[in-house]
């Protein structure tokens, strides 16, 4: 099979699991926590290393930022060879007693984005993968993580989550937002594989806090902290996949 033409791996680049942060920097802090990593291709947002943890190989692969991007990582990274995506990223939170460092593990996305919708109809619905599901949540009880587990939201756009679409997903109990799951997991469906996503939350719309808006950096520290967290509860359920 030929290079893909964005991620410019092939068949035989990269491993059966892959986990998928938006951030390329976020890769990096990956695959510092496992046993051994290697870079295997970079190119626009999209940066691709091999890893092993505990025995495990793993492909480390960065989204950017949105399902657009996503689905592209999606797309190839499923052409030469990988078949679980568990996607590690930050979200906000969507119901008030809910505090930044907070985990959350989706049970589905509603799609208030564009990229899926151009492979089905709205109403067909993005959830994960039980096994990848059910394995991140284990792996979180593991470590004795007190963790939120149910549906949240995928956002196309950042700066105009307006106070009427906030309350909204707060009256409908969704737990929070955030950019990509919607679209990983609506493909990964699609294509008869599996997905999941583990999210640190990075603010609280409900309380008024968007990311970046208590700290000079893109994160506050108690959120960076806890991203090492959702990393670590990630390659273990690598480990269990």
Not at 45 to 54: C, D, Q, R, T
Not at 57 to 69: A, R, V
Not at 136 to 146: I, S, Y
Not at 222 to 232: G, Q, Y
Request: with cysteine; net charge negative; aromatic share 4%.
């Amino acid at each position: 099979m030929a290079k893909q033409p964005h991620l410019l791996v092939e068949e035989g680049d990269v491993h059966e699991i892959a986990v998928i942060p938006g951030d390329p920097g976020r890769v990096d802090r990956i695959a510092d926590l496992c046993d051994e990593s290697e870079l295997v291709a970079q190119n626009r947002e999209y940066k691709v290393v091999n890893a092993s943890y505990e025995g495990t190989d793993l492909t480390i692969c960065s989204t950017g930022i949105g399902c657009p991007s996503a689905a592209i990582a999606v797309e190839e990274l499923s052409r030469v060879g990988v078949e679980t995506f568990l996607r590690c990223g930050t979200c906000g939170a969507l119901q008030a007693d809910m505090e930044v460092g907070d985990m959350v593990v989706a049970t589905g996305a509603a799609k208030e984005e564009g990229t899926s919708k151009r492979y089905e109809s709205v109403e067909y619905p993005a959830v994960p993968d039980y096994d990848a599901l059910t394995e991140l949540v284990g792996a979180a009880e593991d470590n004795d993580e007190e963790i939120h587990v149910g549906p949240i939201v995928s956002d196309d756009a950042f700066y105009n989550e307006s106070d009427a679409y906030v309350d909204d997903w707060n009256d409908a109990n969704l737990l929070a937002i955030e950019m990509e799951a919607a679209t990983v997991f609506a493909l990964a469906r699609r294509k008869g594989l599996r997905a999941g996503a583990i999210c640190t939350v990075d603010g609280n719309l409900v309380a008024g806090s968007q990311k970046g808006a208590d700290s000079d950096d893109e994160l506050p520290e108690k959120a960076k902290d806890n991203v090492e967290r959702a990393i670590l509860i990630t390659l273990n359920a690598v480990t269990a996949l």
